[in-house]
């Protein structure tokens, strides 16, 4: 169980052993499945009901304007991947998220996520502790991109995410 990779990264990030219930309660609710190339694992006006975390493979979030395919994010190997609003809020999302490469996910349901806060708070809170990172790299983030020429935004992605350039098509 301790090899599993769902084990691995919740052992790394909340920096506390993992006892043989939370491993197989964690395994089991947190299914690894591979998603080939090209496959929508949400689609825009649906509502989300789960949490993915990437492992390995290319994940692309957009939506539809005017006819036209507007993409929002790139989500690379160990990210998480989510319609957040849709998914906590239940309502349907703006979004699409689809495959660009294979990859290798953990799929975690709603329910299943509050279901292990319940039974291990300290996951809620290495959980929220991470959120709260994210959020704050997504504000810097928008931060630049508001201020930042479209010269000036591609320069960024080729000194932070020079692997995107290889990997989108």
């Not at 591979?34 to 979030?61: A, D, W």
């Not at 304007?65 to 609003?85: H, I, N, R, S, Y």
């Not at 300290?122 to 959120?131: A, K, N, S, V």
């Amino acid at each position: 169980l301790s090899e599993h990779p769902v084990v691995q990264l919740v052992s790394a990030i909340s920096k506390k052993p993992l006892s043989q219930d939370e491993m197989q309660i964690i395994v089991t609710k947190n299914p690894v499945k591979v998603f080939e190339k090209g496959t929508y694992m949400h689609k825009e006006g649906e509502i989300s009901k789960h949490c993915y975390f990437n492992f390995k493979g290319l994940v692309r979030q957009y939506y539809i304007k005017d006819g036209e395919e507007v993409t929002v994010e790139f989500f690379t190997d160990m990210q998480p991947v989510t319609a957040t609003l849709s998914n906590v809020d239940g309502i349907p999302s703006k979004y699409n998220l689809e495959c660009l490469e294979d990859c290798t996910m953990s799929m975690l349901e709603e329910q299943d996520e509050k279901d292990l806060y319940r039974m291990f708070p300290h996951f809620e809170t290495t959980c929220r502790i991470e959120l709260e990172k994210m959020h704050g790299e997504y504000q810097v983030k928008m931060t630049q991109y508001i201020h930042s020429t479209p010269e000036e935004r591609y320069l960024n992605v080729l000194d932070t995410r020079p692997d995107l350039l290889h990997r989108v098509p």
